[in-house]
């Protein structure tokens, strides 16, 4: 079974950055496909972005495009979102999973925008 802890969340204005950190331990981290995902309140859970195994390919939602870079780095079991020129919209706990969506959910770290 694989464990996420998700990091990096906070308080920010409009326009300003965030980089997000999942720490995944407990399988072979460097063969999953890995996503970032965001739930607002009373909103469902979306997929933000994806990223291949080696991180060869990435992929990243229309709404966030030019702005959210997702990367990795196996060395570390770590999956990162560098989060730019963030707006309000942006609003959510945002969470790590498999691409299937395959592991136990962690806590989530929260991201509010706000001016």
């Known amino acids: 079974q694989v464990q996420l802890v998700e990091s990096g969340g906070g308080s920010v204005q409009p326009g300003g950055s965030l980089r997000l950190s999942c720490a995944a331990s407990?399988?072979?981290?460097?063969?999953?496909?890995m996503g970032w995902y965001r739930q607002a309140p009373g909103k469902q859970r979306e997929v933000v972005a994806n990223?291949?195994?080696?991180?060869?390919?990435?992929n990243v939602v229309d709404s966030v495009k030019g702005r959210f870079i997702i990367s990795r780095d196996n060395t570390k079991e770590m999956v990162y979102l560098q989060m730019n020129d963030l707006k309000p919209e942006d609003t959510a706990v945002y969470y790590c999973?498999?691409?299937?969506?395959?592991?136990?959910w962690g806590q989530g770290t929260q991201v509010t925008v706000s001016s």
């Open positions: 990223i291949s195994s080696i991180g060869g390919t990435t």
């Open positions: 407990g399988y072979m981290f460097a063969n999953l496909g």
């Open positions: 999973n498999g691409v299937y969506r395959q592991f136990v």
